[in-house]
């Protein structure tokens, strides 16, 4: 049973605008949480992370919000750029194992 | 600096044969992990080193999967009796500890036919 699912597998933005990627888990012993971005035959690429003890960490244009009583996080993208075309993962730990979700493939259209 | 890198890129292998996967980590890093990846699906945990011991393997599916870090660095995935359904990317990553972010390799495409 998968404890991080990503529900949308695909996402298409206007350059500029905002992307909104969403996440949720089901174990609530998860204690850290990741977004990675991938391209096309290559290996997944570390974007931003968060701890439990915060629901907020922001990196330049990558924020990710973490709501734990809802098991759910987001990591928004602004402006979006078509450089960030790509799938995105989100991933969660909580006993040094790595849960990914399924992706979100992202479109940002010039 | 250099990255995590995996040997071979790419695998073919005839059902029943044994295959070998390579990892080299990032330089320093004592955790090592690896992953299958199927079409569509995000990556799915395999192993996990400290060090030189496997710290947990409970993804392994079966006992045709080994993987050894022999001197805390270099890991290799074994693979003994290959199946068609072990077809899959396979990612190596590593990272300099617990609660700190894992950097991937570019994975192994294998194909088992």
């Known amino acids: 049973d998968q404890q991080v699912k990503q529900n949308s597998p695909s996402l298409s933005v206007q350059e500029g605008r905002i992307s909104i990627l969403n996440c949720d888990y089901t174990n609530s012993m998860f204690d850290y949480f990741l977004w990675y971005k991938k391209y096309p035959a290559e290996g997944p690429t570390f974007l931003i992370s968060?701890?439990?003890?915060?629901d907020k960490n922001e990196d330049g244009r990558f924020t990710v919000f973490l709501n734990k009583s809802a098991k759910h996080l987001s990591l928004h993208i602004v402006p979006s750029q078509p450089g960030d075309s790509a799938v995105y993962f989100c991933a969660a730990s909580g006993d040094n194992k790595f849960y990914f979700g399924s992706g979100t493939k992202l479109n940002v259209k010039p | 600096g250099a990255g995590v890198s995996q040997t071979p890129s790419n695998k073919v292998t005839e059902k029943g044969k044994y295959v070998e996967l390579r990892c080299d980590p990032i330089s320093g890093h004592t955790a090592l992990y690896w992953y299958r990846q199927s079409l569509g699906q995000g990556p799915e945990f395999l192993i996990y080193?400290?060090?030189?011991?496997?710290?947990?393997d409970s993804g392994l599916p079966n006992d045709r999967f080994f993987a050894v870090r022999p001197e805390g660095s270099v890991s290799t995935l074994k693979i003994q009796r290959t199946e068609r359904g072990d077809s899959a990317v396979y990612l190596c990553a590593s990272s300099a500890g617990t609660g700190a972010p894992q950097y991937f390799g570019p994975g192994t495409r294998l194909t088992v036919t």
């Open positions: 968060i701890s439990s003890i915060k």
């Open positions: 080193f400290q060090g030189t011991g496997a710290a947990d």
